[in-house]
C-alpha cells in the first residue's frame, strides 16, 4: 500500500507524539509531569521553558505562546516540517515502520520478561576463529568474546557478550562452529527472549565518543577489528535498524554505515541511510564493501583505506 493512501486516523494510533520528538531527539528538552510533557516549543522554536504543553494520555500538544494553538501527531508534523498532508502521511508511515510493534500485540505472546544473565563466563580469547577474524587476544578479553568450553546454551560456540546501551551484561550470544548446524541454524544464535532489537553492540564502549565518526557494521567482530585500528564502532546484529537503535545512532554526529558487501547488506544500507537521514541530525555516509567481504575480512590497511576515503 502506497504510504499516502493509509487514514490518519490509523497513523495517529501507530505514532505517538512522544515518539515523534523522540526519535527528532526532542525529548531532552521537555520535563515529564505526571501526564504531562512540558518544555520549549519545538513547532515555533521559542525558548520559553513552558510555551509547549503536551498530553500524553490523549496524545495532543498545545502551545500557549507563539503558536497559540495546538492538536494531535498529524498537526504536530505538519507545522514542524511546513509540510503538507501527504508528505506528513509518509513521514508517519515511514516512522511507523521503524517503531516497536504496538504493546497490544504482545498480549497474544505473554512471554516472560527477558531475564539479563550476568554470571561471568570464562572465555578462551585464542579461539581459532578469533585468529581467523584478525581479533587478537587482548582485543577478545577486552570485548569478552572466546570460546566457550563448557556445557549448555554456548557449548560449541564462540560466545560474545551483550550488554545494553548502559553497559549492563545481559548475556552472551554465540557464534555456532559447526558448520552444519550454522547452516541449518544460521551463524548465531541469542537466548531466548532476548530484546535484541534494543541492542546495539558496543554502544557503552563508545558512548563517550558520538562527537567522532561512528562505524556501523553488521556483526561484532568488525567492531572488534576497528577498535584495534582506533575507530568507535557499532554493531546492529543484523542487517535491521530498529527504533531503538535508531535513537542510539541519532546521538552521534557522524555515522558510517559499512554493511556487508553482499546484496542484503547492500540494500539494508540504502534503507538505513534514509532512516538515519530523515530521523536524525547525524551526517551519514555509506561505505560499500567488496562483493562478498565482511569487514572483518579486510585487513586493516584495507579497513583504514575505507575510512580514510571518507575524510573531507
Ligand atoms: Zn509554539
Given at each position: 500500500m502506497h504510504p499516502s493512501t493509509l487514514a490518519f486516523s490509523h497513523l495517529k494510533h501507530r505514532v505517538s507524539i512522544e515518539q515523534v520528538l523522540t526519535a527528532r531527539g526532542m525529548m531532552t528538552a521537555l520535563k515529564q509531569r505526571g501526564q504531562r510533557l512540558i518544555g520549549p516549543c519545538p513547532v515555533h522554536r521559542g525558548d520559553h521553558p513552558q510555551a509547549f504543553v503536551v498530553d500524553l494520555s490523549k496524545d495532543l500538544w498545545h502551545c500557549f505562546t507563539q503558536c497559540r494553538g495546538g492538536g494531535d501527531v498529524v498537526d504536530l508534523v505538519r507545522r514542524m516540517d511546513h509540510s503538507r498532508y501527504p508528505d506528513v502521511a509518509r513521514y508517519l508511515a515511514s516512522l511507523a515502520?521503524?517503531?516497536p510493534t504496538p504493546a497490544r500485540?504482545?498480549?497474544?505472546?505473554?512471554?516472560?520478561?527477558?531475564r539479563p544473565y550476568t554470571r561471568n563466563l570464562r572465555l578462551n580469547p585464542h579461539a581459532p576463529l578469533l585468529v581467523e577474524k584478525g581479533i587478537r587476544a587482548q582485543t577478545a578479553r577486552r570485548f569478552e568474546a572466546g570460546a566457550y568450553h563448557g556445557p549448555g546454551f554456548l557449548k560449541g560456540c564462540v560466545a560474545v557478550r551483550l550488554?545494553?546501551?548502559e553497559g549492563r551484561p545481559i548475556g552472551y550470544a554465540g557464534r555456532r562452529l559447526d558448520p552444519r548446524l550454522a547452516e541449518q541454524y544460521g551463524k548465531w544464535k541469542f537466548p531466548s527472549g532476548l530484546p535484541k532489537r534494543d541492542i546495539l553492540y558496543g554502544f557503552h564502549r563508545i558512548a563517550s565518543r558520538l562527537r567522532q565518526r561512528i562505524a556501523v557494521v553488521e556483526c561484532p567482530w568488525g567492531v572488534m577489528r576497528l577498535a584495534q585500528?582506533?575507530?568507535?564502532?557499532?554493531?546492529?546484529?543484523?542487517?535491521?535498524?530498529?527504533?531503538t537503535q535508531l535513537q542510539l545512532l541519532g546521538q552521534a554526529s557522524r555515522v558510517v554505515l559499512m554493511l556487508d558487501g553482499d546484496q542484503a547488506g547492500r540494500s539494508a544500507s540504502h534503507r538505513i541511510v534514509e532512516t538515519l537521514n530523515k530521523y536524525t541530525l547525524a551526517q551519514v555516509h555509506r561505505i560499500d564493501l567488496p562483493q562478498d567481504h565482511d569487514p572483518d575480512d579486510l585487513d586493516n590497511w584495507q579497513l583504514s583505506r575505507c575510512l580514510l576515503s571518507l575524510l573531507p
Open positions: 515502520q521503524v517503531l500485540a504482545e498480549v497474544n505472546s505473554p512471554a516472560r520478561p527477558y550488554h545494553d546501551p585500528i582506533g575507530i568507535p564502532a557499532v554493531a546492529l546484529l543484523g542487517i535491521a535498524l530498529s527504533h
